[in-house]
């Protein structure tokens, strides 16, 4: 499967972005996997901020993002969004998608159950 992020770009605080990540190849429909949103700022650790499974009908959320980023798939279009309301300064960075087989995702967040990465795209938040 091959992962295709986008939607980030320059925001002022207070504003929303939404991410797409779009699933393509062979084995691509998302039933198959568990889909996370990472970020990296340069410096840091990748963190995990949401994840989904729609196989188990399960997401959970990072407590950074918990009631701010919304976590969404459509199964029909393979693709799944990440809505980010109120974005702070603080998550300025580059914000990928990764996907995992459901069944091998236990934790959710954790970067190392993903297998399969989409390339990131930059979200900057500044006025």
């Known amino acids: 499967v091959q992962l295709q992020a986008s939607g980030g770009g320059l925001v002022q605080p207070g504003g929303s972005l939404r991410l797409s990540c779009a699933a393509s190849?062979?084995?691509?429909?998302?039933?198959?996997?568990?889909i996370a949103w990472f970020r990296r700022v340069p410096g840091k650790e990748r963190e995990g901020l949401a994840y989904?499974?729609?196989?188990?009908?399960?997401?959970d959320y990072a407590d950074s993002v918990k009631g701010r980023f919304t976590i969404s798939a459509d199964n029909a279009e393979n693709t799944v969004y990440l809505q980010m309301n109120s974005l702070k300064a603080d998550d300025t960075a580059v914000y990928y998608c990764?996907?995992?087989?459901?069944?091998?995702?236990?934790?959710?967040?954790?970067?190392?159950?993903?297998?399969?990465w989409g390339q990131g795209t930059q979200v900057t938040v500044s006025s």
């Open positions: 990764a996907a995992g087989f459901w069944a091998t995702v236990a934790a959710g967040l954790a970067p190392d159950e993903y297998d399969y």
């Open positions: 190849g062979s084995n691509s429909e998302l039933e198959y996997y568990a």
């Open positions: 989904i499974s729609t196989t188990e009908d399960k997401v």
